[in-house]
């Protein structure tokens, strides 16, 4: 009775042991390591962008317009990467860039995390026809290819950023939804399983609370792919002038409003696409080693 | 086989239906009035309201509208461009030679460079070449590829000059349209200098678009191939004294091959969407930078006809890959 109120999480040996094996194989792999402290690195950047940001993200330099990084010549010392069109600076715009791109990742793989968890169980605990349906309409969304798709839902929704979040959302969902549905359909006829149903637990506990912590490791990989998928879509919204609308300092965004100036000024170009690439990268990194740690098929043991 | 091919059929049917139930019922999702976005006149009497409702059948009810849509797409009408009048399926068999050259060209890139790159670094498993391979491979599954177009036209475009920035042939060349291919129209023309213009224009959407595909197929080639490498049969290939070349080129390549196959048809939506930005960047005059712009244009029936006949070439890409599948083995199929 009172073993319920106990703090049992932390102080829980076989879950530290799990933890730490777990790090053992994630640490293995050198990329994703590396991989782990960029993204630390971004997150870092995101959250002091107000502090670092050597100017405000939308502030316009009208004597400082296009001007090239700080070691070209004709650049200047305050700004290090250069102006764009209307002067601002480049630099601090990539900056406070950082906390769209994560921010974006975050709501995106929630929004289709939870979602493709919350139907995917029902689908594979439920079965019949009831997973029939779900899987055909899962099967609908992924027949298109998903940035035409999530293009032509944000031109239904309206061009915007929160609008081209729930479409990518929506186009990610469905691998989360086969995922978790294979993952229940494994296990729910294991003997834990049957014993829980056989010591009275609901249909709802049984699900969420029995069988979904046992099928975490594929949907762990797969959120992180779709955190670097979500950052990609929604900058190529963005380029298209779909995402995140000007003078929003989201780095996809950036782009579009650069490509008139490509050539007469790569730096406008350049930095914000590496920015996107940088942070992809570091992400699907981790996700690599992730994969590799999480995945017991792999595991050389 | 042909029970494998009804089997899939009787996938792939109702979910036509239900990509063509999205296809017709996102208009009418749309904020504002269907009967002016559909014909696109945005002042009108209510005697011509009324008229064109009834001329585009939007009086009747929407069960019955969706049959009629759906009919009239099996007959091949999608209905008309608000901004250029012309039936939706004319303008997509204009459009769509200019996606189709350019992504075989990209595919042929990815595979002729992917698989070799995927093998080599397998044999080599932990070398440097091998490490450097992957890295490469993750940098292009990382890449904004809207970005990647941008740096190579500032490089090849801007600074070096060797290729030129947009279109598919330069504008001082004219001939008849006779397979829509630039590069073979441009030979037959028999123009001088045509078909090397054909070449420059395409190498660079070729590339950005080749990418992500060319990557993914790398990464697959290598998997399949590391699995492969240690069965059973390959040591007995090596055991019997083989030379390496035919052990890794006949025995293990063959069978490694079979999940590459599917790799590179899943490439196919990749492909299309990757057309949307490709195209977008290089004014490359297809499917892609056709949605695109009816999607800035508002041009709803192109963007409900283009949505519909691009997820049918996908759903009739993935079906010819399963197929294909099959017959390459023979396991599945049961």
Same mark, same amino acid.
């Given at each position: 009775?009172?073993?319920?109120?106990?703090?049992?999480?932390?102080?829980?040996?076989?879950?530290?042991?799990?933890?730490?094996?777990?790090?053992?194989?994630?640490?293995?792999?050198?990329?994703?390591?590396? !991989?782990?402290?960029?993204?630390?690195?971004?997150?870092?950047?995101?959250?002091?962008?107000?502090?670092?940001?050597?100017?405000?993200?939308?502030?316009?330099?009208?004597?400082?317009?296009?001007?090239?990084?700080?070691?070209?010549?004709?650049?200047?010392?305050?700004?290090?990467?250069?102006?764009? /069109?209307?002067?601002?600076?480049?630099?601090?715009?990539?900056?406070?860039?950082?906390?769209?791109?994560?921010?974006?990742?975050?709501?995106?793989?929630?929004?289709?995390?939870?979602?493709?968890?919350?139907?995917?169980?029902?689908?594979?605990?439920? !079965?019949?026809?009831?997973?029939?349906?779900?899987?055909?309409?899962?099967?609908?969304?992924?027949?298109?290819?998903?940035?035409?798709?999530?293009?032509?839902?944000? /031109?239904?929704? !309206?061009?915007?950023?929160?609008?081209?979040?729930? /479409?990518?959302?929506?186009?990610? =969902?469905?691998?989360?939804?086969?995922?978790?549905?294979?993952?229940?359909?494994?296990?729910?006829?294991?003997?834990?399983?049957?014993?829980?149903?056989?010591?009275?637990?609901?249909?709802?506990?049984?699900?969420?609370?029995?069988?979904?912590?046992?099928?975490?490791?594929?949907?762990?990989? =797969?959120?992180?792919?779709?955190?670097?998928?979500?950052?990609?879509?929604?900058?190529?919204?963005?380029?298209?002038?779909?995402?995140?609308?000007?003078?929003?300092?989201?780095?996809?965004?950036?782009? /579009?409003?650069?490509?008139?100036?490509?050539?007469?000024?790569?730096?406008?170009?350049?930095?914000?696409?590496?920015?996107?690439?940088?942070?992809?990268?570091?992400?699907?990194?981790?996700?690599?080693?992730?994969?590799?740690?999480?995945?017991?098929?792999?595991?050389?043991? | 086989?042909?029970?494998?091919?009804? %089997?899939?059929?009787?996938?792939?049917?109702?979910?036509?239906?239900?990509?063509?139930?999205?296809?017709?019922?996102?208009?009418?999702?749309?904020?504002?009035?269907?009967?002016?976005?559909?014909?696109?006149?945005?002042?009108?009497?209510?005697?011509?309201?009324?008229? #064109?409702?009834?001329?585009?059948?939007?009086?009747?009810?929407?069960?019955?509208?969706?049959? *009629?849509?759906?009919?009239?797409?099996?007959?091949?009408?999608?209905?008309?461009?608000?901004?250029?009048?012309?039936?939706?399926?004319?303008?997509?068999?204009?459009?769509?030679?200019?996606?189709?050259?350019?992504?075989?060209?990209?595919?042929?890139?990815?595979?002729?460079?992917?698989?070799?790159?995927?093998?080599?670094?397998?044999?080599?498993?932990?070398?440097?070449?091998?490490?450097?391979?992957?890295?490469?491979?993750?940098?292009?599954?990382?890449?904004?590829?809207?970005?990647?177009?941008?740096?190579?036209?500032?490089?090849?475009?801007?600074?070096?000059?060797?290729?030129?920035?947009?279109?598919?042939?330069?504008?001082?060349?004219?001939?008849?349209?006779?397979?829509?291919?630039?590069?073979? *129209?441009?030979?037959?023309?028999?123009? %001088?200098?045509?078909?090397?213009?054909?070449?420059?224009?395409?190498?660079?959407?070729?590339?950005?678009?080749?990418?992500?595909?060319?990557?993914?197929?790398?990464?697959?080639?290598?998997?399949? $191939?590391?699995?492969?490498?240690?069965?059973?049969?390959? +040591?007995?290939?090596?055991? %019997?004294?083989?030379?390496?070349?035919?052990?890794?080129?006949?025995?293990?390549?063959?069978?490694? $091959?079979?999940?590459?196959?599917?790799?590179?048809?899943?490439?196919?939506?990749?492909?299309?969407?990757?057309?949307?930005?490709?195209?977008? #960047?290089?004014?490359?005059?297809?499917?892609?930078?056709? $949605?695109?712009?009816?999607?800035?244009?508002? *041009?709803?029936?192109?963007?409900?006809?283009?949505?519909?006949?691009?997820?049918?070439?996908?759903?009739?890409?993935?079906?010819?890959? *399963?197929?294909?599948?099959?017959? #390459?083995?023979? +396991?599945?199929?049961?």
């Amino acid at each position: 009775m009172t073993a319920e109120a106990a703090p049992s999480v932390s102080l829980d040996p076989s879950r530290r042991r799990r933890l730490a094996e777990f790090w053992y194989y994630f640490s293995e792999n050198r990329g994703a390591v590396i !991989g782990l402290w960029v993204f630390l690195l971004i997150v870092l950047v995101a959250i002091l962008a107000p502090v670092i940001a050597p100017h405000a993200p939308n502030a316009q330099y009208r004597d400082a317009v296009l001007l090239p990084p700080f070691w070209e010549s004709g650049g200047r010392a305050t700004f290090i990467l250069g102006t764009d /069109a209307v002067g601002r600076d480049i630099l601090s715009r990539l900056l406070y860039g950082a906390q769209y791109s994560l921010f974006i990742g975050v709501v995106v793989t929630t929004l289709a995390l939870v979602g493709g968890i919350v139907v995917g169980v029902i689908a594979g605990y439920a !079965g019949g026809w009831l997973d029939t349906a779900i899987m055909r309409i899962m099967d609908i969304i992924l027949a298109f290819p998903s940035l035409l798709l999530a293009l032509v839902l944000v /031109a239904v929704l !309206g061009p915007g950023l929160t609008n081209a979040m729930i /479409a990518i959302a929506l186009v990610l =969902q469905p691998h989360f939804v086969r995922l978790t549905r294979a993952a229940v359909m494994g296990e729910k006829n294991r003997e834990y399983v049957i014993a829980a149903r056989v010591a009275g637990a609901r249909p709802m506990r049984l699900m969420f609370r029995t069988i979904l912590p046992n099928c975490m490791a594929p949907l762990i990989v =797969q959120a992180t792919l779709s955190f670097s998928n979500a950052i990609l879509d929604a900058a190529a919204l963005g380029f298209l002038g779909m995402g995140a609308q000007p003078p929003t300092p989201e780095w996809g965004t950036m782009l /579009a409003e650069a490509r008139e100036f490509i050539l007469r000024a790569w730096w406008v170009v350049t930095f914000p696409g590496l920015a996107i690439l940088i942070t992809v990268l570091a992400i699907n990194l981790m996700g690599d080693g992730l994969r590799d740690a999480l995945d017991p098929k792999l595991k050389r043991s | 086989m042909l029970r494998f091919l009804f %089997k899939r059929l009787a996938v792939l049917i109702p979910t036509f239906i239900g990509v063509s139930i999205i296809a017709f019922s996102f208009i009418r999702m749309l904020p504002g009035d269907p009967v002016a976005l559909l014909s696109g006149e945005r002042v009108m009497s209510p005697e011509r309201h009324a008229e #064109i409702s009834h001329q585009l059948g939007l009086d009747r009810p929407i069960v019955i509208q969706y049959l *009629d849509y759906l009919w009239g797409v099996l007959r091949g009408d999608f209905g008309n461009s608000i901004s250029t009048k012309a039936p939706v399926l004319d303008q997509f068999f204009q459009l769509f030679p200019a996606t189709l050259e350019l992504s075989i060209c990209a595919i042929i890139f990815a595979v002729v460079l992917g698989i070799p790159a995927g093998v080599f670094a397998a044999i080599k498993r932990g070398s440097a070449f091998d490490q450097s391979i992957m890295g490469a491979a993750l940098v292009g599954y990382s890449m904004p590829i809207f970005w990647w177009g941008l740096l190579l036209i500032i490089l090849f475009s801007g600074i070096l000059q060797w290729t030129p920035v947009s279109g598919r042939i330069s504008l001082m060349y004219f001939f008849p349209n006779v397979t829509g291919f630039m590069l073979i *129209d441009s030979l037959l023309s028999g123009e %001088k200098g045509a078909f090397k213009s054909a070449v420059s224009h395409l190498i660079l959407p070729t590339i950005v678009l080749g990418t992500i595909p060319l990557a993914v197929i790398a990464r697959q080639t290598r998997s399949a $191939m590391l699995e492969v490498l240690g069965e059973d049969y390959v +040591r007995t290939a090596r055991a %019997k004294g083989l030379s390496p070349f035919r052990v890794v080129g006949i025995h293990a390549l063959r069978n490694a $091959m079979i999940p590459v196959i599917t790799t590179i048809g899943l490439q196919v939506g990749v492909l299309m969407a990757g057309a949307i930005l490709t195209e977008t #960047i290089f004014s490359w005059p297809g499917i892609g930078k056709w $949605m695109v712009d009816s999607v800035f244009r508002r *041009d709803y029936p192109v963007i409900q006809g283009g949505l519909l006949i691009i997820a049918g070439i996908i759903m009739l890409v993935n079906l010819a890959v *399963d197929l294909l599948y099959g017959l #390459i083995n023979p +396991r599945i199929r049961h």
